[in-house]
């Protein structure tokens, strides 16, 4: 029987590895099965750190009226939330008040046309995660739709160790800003392709390739991405992911990107059925 609670699958890969059209492929799926459930994915489209996120990655520099009318108003509510009472007591205070300052001073950069870092980028997609956590991710698990992401904190740490900081840096400058908003999938889809084969992807697809999407950037990243893989586990087997209303037990799984799209389809919704849909019953059940 499926838990009224719904659950949490992402999705993640370089640019060209496949992982968004299987994740549209394992949304129809449940559907066809009539599992309720969303497709989610980050940067999100609806909020503005999400939108200015995608913006930089795609080397479009926000207006200064943009910046002056709803970015600055963002980080403003943001670092009110925050650093309020609600979330102080989870989150190292100092952290805080620099992950903000950071925010603000990215936004004074963008202003007078300055360069921005990779610690000024990243921090515009963990601010726009805060808010997808917030307003869908929990929500909607909370009510027992199922979610499928495509990207999330994966992301973030192999994009940004790819730039020049450790990942464990970025997992505690990530931990600044979310503190227990965080959530763990219950199952992570890793699609390990080739970053060669990769790039020849993205290049038949004709889009206009963003400011990670070189073969270099993606060699790069691919190999962070087979550091974080060992590290998301371990922080998982060290910290007890416990909720009010289950025990989390993530399962992180590497699907090979190269073979034939049917055939790791079936891989994942295996997957799916074995771990989720019909987990095995265990004596603490």
Same mark, same amino acid.
């Given at each position: 029987m499926i838990e009224k609670r719904g659950?949490?699958?992402l999705f993640e890969g370089i640019s060209g590895s496949g992982k968004s059209t299987l994740a549209e492929l394992l949304y129809d799926w449940f559907l066809a099965k009539g599992i309720p459930v969303i497709l989610n994915a980050e940067p999100t489209k609806s909020n503005i750190f999400g939108k200015t996120a995608r913006d930089l990655v795609e080397n479009h520099i926000p207006s200064r009226e943009k910046i002056e009318r709803d970015l600055e108003i963002a980080v403003k %509510?943001?670092?009110?939330e925050i650093g309020g009472v609600q979330g102080a007591a989870e989150r190292p205070r100092q952290g805080t008040m620099k992950f903000c300052?950071? %925010?603000?001073g990215a936004l004074e950069k963008m202003k007078i046309g $300055?360069? %921005? %870092?990779?610690?000024?980028? $990243?921090?515009? *997609?963990?601010a726009d995660r805060y808010y997808d956590l917030k307003d869908t991710i929990r929500p909607m698990l909370k009510k027992g739709t199922w979610l499928i992401q495509d990207r999330f904190d994966w992301s973030t740490l192999s994009y940004w160790a790819a730039h020049g900081l450790s990942t464990e840096e970025a997992y505690e400058w990530q931990s600044y800003a979310l503190a227990q908003l965080y959530l763990r999938p219950h199952l992570t889809f890793y699609v390990d392709t080739d970053p060669e084969i990769a790039m020849k992807r993205l290049r038949s697809s004709r889009k206009v390739l963003d400011r990670y999407e070189t073969l270099a950037s993606l060699r790069s990243i691919a190999t962070e991405y087979g550091r974080v893989i060992p *590290?998301?586990?371990s922080q998982a087997m060290r910290q007890s992911i416990t909720e009010s209303e289950e025990k989390f037990d993530p399962r992180i799984t590497v699907i090979d990107g190269?073979?034939?799209i049917d055939e790791v389809f079936e891989d994942i919704t295996r997957t799916v059925e074995r771990g989720l849909i019909h987990p095995p019953h265990t004596s603490d059940e």
């Open positions: 659950k949490f699958i %509510l943001f670092s009110a300052r950071v %925010l603000k $300055q360069p %921005l %870092l990779e610690i000024d980028i $990243q921090s515009f *997609f963990i *590290f998301m586990h190269e073979k034939d």
